[in-house]
């Protein structure tokens, strides 16, 4: 009876083993989140390298697009392959507004009429497949005012994304804020090490001379993804009882 018994329990360990689905990170937004080819070196993405902060339980499922708003990511179709891969319990992490404000009619929303609608649909459709909806503001750029202090590009979607938050009831990480206090702190010439600043002849697929305030380098990959992660823990996220030192 007893080996009858060890015998069972090894083959419901093994079925457990072998049925385990990590909890899913599905991250939408635009090239400041995204994934870069070898060929964009130095650059990089804040999601690129969320996976870092996080043990075997949680995998990171980076979607987020260049140039994509919240508008063009839904009606070119991204958005309904990134919701059919939700299940329960798993997040979604948002994160548009930089490229809703520009005037091309395909990306362009009011901020408060087509992007709240958007942001709402990410919201409301995410918790329908029982997930997890994490809503961030976009990421400062790296506009100093001549006192030091960064000019605000992103206006009126700072406002709409915090009042989705409010009026959804979801997580919300306010990662314009956390941007801008770190690169103020750092100053108009240090603060270069987390953006596209670099001079000709020192990467070979990418041999020009640069000087880019709004794309991150790795550096600021994984310094904004931190900010991410300060986020989740203050917001007592359960994502943070799997975090790890990366």
Known sequence: MKKFILVMSVICLAFAADNFRPIH????????????????IPECGWGQVLHYFFNDSVTVENFAVNGRSSKSFISEGKWAEVIAKVQKGDYVIIQFGHNDEKSDPARYTS???TYKTNLKKFMYETKEKGGIPILCTSMVRRHF????????THGDYLTAAKQVAKETGVYFIDMEAKTKNLVEKMGPEKSKQLYL???SGIYPLRPIRLQDSTHLTQMGAFTVSGLAIEGIKELNIPLSRYLVKP
């Open 25 to 40: 990170i599905f991250m939408i937004g635009d090239s400041t989140m995204a994934n870069k080819t070898e060929k964009a």
């Open 111 to 113: 901020p408060f009429d």
């Open 145 to 152: 005012n001549e006192d030091g202090t960064l000019i605000d």
């Open 197 to 199: 600043f670099f001079d």
